[in-house]
């Protein structure tokens, strides 16, 4: 594997159901993140991990809970979802600590998920 | 309040001309732009970037203009070609201990034979 992998791709829910995103990086990079994207919305971030600390909850409801295990994995745990969180949920990492500005952070394929 | 803007939704160009695609920006912080294309049913794949210290980059077809007195970038693709249909964000950095990118709506490009 190569890049960032997320899954599953698709996902359907309940809106009782307890579900959990999944994202890896083989890139060897030390920042990993969660972005959601609506329809007709720019992507939003959502959480940052540095070094497996987060270091921003970008005022994000507490139905939505991120882990960091390890560098290469972050987790987006789900319950009690609403409808309106239906969205491509899109995981990214960089590598901090790059001399002045050039942090790029790279993407992964994205879980598409629907809430009923 | 949107601080990243691509305001044309769509572009429409002839294969082998050139694509010019346009984004604004109004926080005077950022430090470092980036282009990304998205197919769909994938993630942002990263194209091109530009630090606020230059105005222009180039790698290969791609090239990126960044006036800052403006607070404007531009991407231009040339010779434009069909597989360069895509939608394509405009995101700009800012570095306040971690990294926030903040982007665009997107402007979806078609190219047409």
């Known amino acids: 594997e190569t890049g960032v992998t997320q899954t599953p791709r698709h996902l359907v829910m309940g809106m009782t159901n307890k579900k959990s995103l999944k994202c890896e990086q083989h890139l060897g990079h030390n920042a990993m993140y969660w972005y959601k994207q609506s329809a007709k919305k720019p992507l939003e971030l959502m959480f940052v991990?540095?070094?497996?600390?987060?270091?921003e909850n970008n005022s994000v409801p507490s139905r939505f809970s991120p882990e960091c295990p390890n560098s290469s994995h972050l987790f987006l745990h789900l319950h009690t979802l609403q409808p309106e969180d239906s969205a491509l949920y899109l995981c990214a990492s960089s590598q901090k600590g790059v001399t002045g500005p050039g942090e790029t952070q790279y993407f992964g394929p994205g879980t598409r998920l629907l809430v009923l | 309040d949107q601080q990243v803007k691509q305001n044309s939704p769509s572009l429409s160009v002839q294969e082998g001309r050139i694509s010019i695609l346009n984004c604004d920006y109004t926080n005077s912080m950022f430090d470092y732009f980036l282009w990304y294309k998205k197919y769909p049913a994938e993630g942002p794949t990263f194209l091109i970037s530009?630090?606020?210290?230059?105005d222009k980059n180039e790698d290969g077809r791609f090239t990126v203009f960044l006036n800052k007195s403006a607070k404007h970038l531009s991407l231009h693709i040339v010779p434009s070609q069909p597989g360069d249909s895509a939608v394509y964000f405009c995101?700009?950095?800012?570095?306040?201990?971690?990294?926030?990118?903040?982007f665009g709506q997107g402007t979806r490009l078609t190219i047409n034979p």
């Open positions: 995101a700009a950095s800012l570095i306040q201990g971690a990294q926030k990118l903040v």
């Open positions: 530009i630090s606020s210290i230059k």
């Open positions: 991990y540095s070094l497996e600390e987060r270091v």
